[in-house]
Every structure is written in C-alpha cells, then in structure tokens.
C-alpha cells in the first residue's frame, strides 16, 4: 500500500508539471490531452494478459517489474523535452503501472477480512487521495522548476521499488489455491455496470487533471496555481474515499452510487460559468475527485464481495480496465471539446457522462429492485 502510494505521489506530482511544460511549449488542448491518455491506454490493453503474468511470475515480482519500468519512464523525462519520445515514455509508464496497480488492488481485495472491506479499502484509496492532493502542490510548496519536479518524482518511484524488495513481497498471494479461475470477460459479462461506475470514476478523478490543469494556463494561472487545480482534485479524492468505504459497509450500494451521479451532474454543469468565474476551476476538480474516487472505491469494495470465491485479479482487473478507460477517455475527448468548444462543450459532455451514470442504476434498481445489500451479496 505504501508503495504504490508513493507511485500515485510521484504521477501527480509529475502530470501537472508535464501538461503545464507542453502547453508552454506550444501544444494543442488535443495533444496535451492525447498525452495524458497513452498510459490509461497502455493499461487498459494489457489487463487482458495480467492474470497470465501473475501466474507465470508471481504476484510479488510482477508488482516489483511493474515499478522497475515506472522508474525507467520517469528517468527519462529528465533527459529528453521531445513531445515524440516523451508519448512513448508514458507507454513505457503504462505497461509498468498495468502490472504494479493490477497487483496491489488484486492483493487487497483477496486479503481483507469481509467484515473490514469497506472501511480498509477506503483507508488505502485514501491514502491514494492523499497522493493525488499532495503531489500537484509540491511545485508550488518547494518552489521547484519542471526540472526539478521530475527528478522528484523519479526519487519517489524508486523509494517504492526499495520498499518492495523484502522477500516477503513474494509470497503474497491474490487468490485462493482452489479457487475457481474467472477470466477477464466472464467479469466484464457477470458486472458490466459495476465496470461502467469504475469508467465513469477514471474519468473524473484521474482523466481531467492534466486538461483541467492546462485549462487554467490557458485562462491565465501561472504554473503553481494551475498546477494546484490538480492538487485540488487530489483533496477531494483524499478526504471522501474513507467515509465512502465506512458508508459502504452500512448502506445500501445502488443509493450510493445514485448520489454520486447527481452530486457529479450538479457540478458539470456548474463548470459552463468557471471562465466568468474561476473558482469553479478547483471546486469543480474538488467534487470530480471526491465523487470520482468515491464510485472507483464503491467497485473496489462489491468486487471484493462478488469475486471472493473465484479470483481476485479477474474482478479487480475488470474494474482497473473501466477505470483506466475512464483516464484515457477523459483527457483526449476533453482536450478536444475545450479546443472546439470550451468550458460549456466540456460542461455538457460531462454532465451526459454524470447522467449516464445515474441511468444505469436506475435500470439496475428496475431489473433487480430490493435484491442486493450494501456488501453486494443477494438478500435470499
């Protein structure tokens, strides 16, 4: 859990200060936002070949490459301003952060004690939050330059890697030895809305910081008070996810999950007036991060539930596919309704994606009404 928080420290100390460097430097909205999605994209291709990598080489030492080639992307952001090879930097990043994200969130469904599930998975997705708040205020907090805030983070990544090398990290295990093996189609088929909750939360809490944050250089911001828009998602994300995980080992989840699509439609919509007014710029990226980590935690915890008998890394491997589709989906589609429309364009393709959400709970309240607890098990 602490190394791939410190991995969530050093991306979004990292992004913010990548994102305000190419706008800087000349780029499109649109090529920002492409950037920003090629490691979502990376992940999102190779969690069909993740459960075979964790066969072949073990959980522990996928988890330990993982973080290897994480450092290597980030070492070589330091050496190179190229907008060419740094896209293939974050590729090489992506399939790093495939096999370190799919590990850890595997490790922790499997391990938790049902009883706990909410509450300690909300616990690490808040220690995450902390990450994701923390890392775009140290530009501003340590006064670094771009330089200086990658070297940064390649120090953060390698701490990780460090931390994990004790010979203990190789005998976690993600399932049980005579569990049902579930593959990563049969859980897309068996909880598509629960994948669709997950896309929806990449979307906002990992998918619009780099745009959101180029956005506000583009209104004006110098590079720390953009760069703190991001630190603001990050916030919000930090402080919902442990109550998020407390509510969801006491209330039903359908009504969680209907609050946070009308909680993310209000503020979509309230984005349309962040140039007339800029402070939406951080309340909005605080809502997105709050309610984005929020619906990524709430699938986190049913799949605990729901793949407690098979395997682990399918369930948690689907999810981190809807997620992650979300975080790329989200910068390259926002990139360019900014470029082509601005704040209303990105207001209105938001609060259709909010109110998707809140369609498909409502089809699933339709198809199975009364039928499931907070902890995603059958009544009966």
């Known amino acids: 859990m602490l190394g791939t928080a410190l991995v969530v420290l050093s991306f979004s100390l990292l992004n913010p200060v990548l994102a305000v460097r190419l706008q800087t430097m000349g780029a499109s909205a649109t090529a920002i936002g492409l950037f920003a999605m090629l490691p979502f994209a990376c992940v999102v291709l190779l969690m069909p070949v993740v459960a075979q990598v964790f066969h072949h080489l ?14 290597l992307a980030c070492m070589g952001y330091l050496l190179t301003e190229h907008y060419g090879l740094w896209c293939a ?5 992506g399939i790093g952060s495939a096999a370190a994200w799919s590990a850890t969130e595997a490790l922790i469904a499997h391990n938790v004690a049902p009883s706990h599930r909410g509450r300690l998975t909300g616990l690490y997705q808040a220690i995450l939050g902390a990450g994701l708040a923390v890392g775009p205020l140290l530009p501003a907090l340590l006064k670094l330059s ?5 070297l940064l983070a390649t120090l953060g990544l390698a701490c990780a890697l460090v931390l994990n090398l004790a010979p203990a990290v190789n005998r976690l295990r993600a399932a049980h030895e005579d569990a049902a ?8 088929r068996w909880r598509p809305l629960l994948v669709w909750a997950a896309l929806v939360g990449g979307v906002f809490e990992v998918g619009l910081s780099s745009v959101t944050t180029a956005y506000g250089s583009q209104l004006g911001l110098g590079m720390a008070a953009a760069t703190s ?3 603001a998602l990050g916030m919000g994300s930090f402080l919902l996810q442990y109550p998020t995980g407390w509510l969801a080992d006491h209330l039903d989840s359908q009504k969680l999950f209907a609050w946070a699509g009308l909680i993310l439609l209000a503020s979509c919509l309230a984005f349309a007036q962040a140039p007339h007014w800029p402070p939406l ?15 990524y935690t709430l699938c986190m915890i049913r799949v605990a539930h729901d793949f407690a008998h098979t395997s682990a890394v399918a369930g948690t491997s689907a999810m981190i596919a809807g997620y992650t589709a979300g975080g790329a989906l989200g910068p390259l589609v926002s990139g360019m309704v900014i470029d082509w429309t601005g704040a209303r364009g990105q207001s209105w393709w938001l609060a259709s994606l ?3 959400l809140l369609l498909a709970q409502w089809a699933q309240a339709q198809r199975c009404p009364a039928n499931s607890r907070a902890d995603g ?3 009966h």
């Open 58 to 71: 073990g959980v522990g030492r996928a988890y330990r490459l993982g973080l290897g080639l994480e450092v």
């Open 354 to 356: 909010a109110a998707s």
């Open 281 to 295: 710029l951080w309340l909005c990226a605080a809502v997105w991060g709050a309610v984005g980590g929020a619906l």
């Open 89 to 93: 930097l974050a590729l090489l990043s």
């Open 181 to 188: 093996r579930t593959g990563l189609i049969a859980a897309l």
């Open 377 to 379: 098990r059958p009544r």
């Open 146 to 150: 771009p330089h200086e805030a990658k």
């Open 229 to 231: 828009i991001a630190g």
